[in-house]
């Protein structure tokens, strides 16, 4: 389980002051952008020490989802830039929950099978293709070597 490091970083700006929001942003950057948790974790500490006193709940809401958070720091460079925000995921989720919404029952699991399957098609015929993923499924196939196909 990983947590969309863009809805983090829009909650924990969520209890920020208008006028500081952009040099909270600059000093948050450092966290998730650090070469591993560890190095992550005195980011934090450093952040803490410069914003804590002011805006706590920002602090807060990164200790909070720090377990979360971690998986991603775990990552090589290339993996992140594909993976920081889960809104591709959710848009998929969208999509299939409007094409099941408007079907009141199903008569069996078959039925809600071939629905979802012919909704992840269409959906894919929609999707922009992403360029970052060239260099993240190379370093997929890495760091997935047995679980990855292709």
């Not at 929001?21 to 450093?46: F, G, H, M, W």
């Not at 990552?75 to 992140?80: S, Y």
Request: hydrophobic letters at 45%; aromatic letters at 10%; one cysteine or more.
């Amino acid at each position: 389980m990983q947590t969309c490091i863009v809805h983090l970083l829009r909650a924990s700006l969520r209890y920020v002051n208008y006028r500081d929001q952009r040099k909270v942003a600059a000093a948050l950057k450092p966290i998730y952008t650090a070469a591993n948790a560890d190095a992550a974790l005195s980011e934090l500490d450093a952040f803490q020490a410069e914003w804590g006193e002011r805006y706590p709940a920002t602090v807060a809401a990164w200790r909070t989802s720090w377990t979360h958070v971690t998986p991603f720091l775990a990552l090589p460079g290339e993996l992140r830039k594909a993976v920081y925000t889960t809104n591709t995921i959710e848009g998929l989720h969208r999509q299939i929950r409007k094409a099941i919404k408007t079907r009141g029952h199903f008569p069996d699991e078959q039925a809600a099978t071939k629905l979802i399957y012919l909704a992840l098609i269409k959906a894919d015929a929609k999707w922009q293709r992403n360029r970052t993923w060239t260099a993240a499924r190379a370093r997929l196939k890495i760091h997935f070597e047995d679980r990855f196909p292709g």
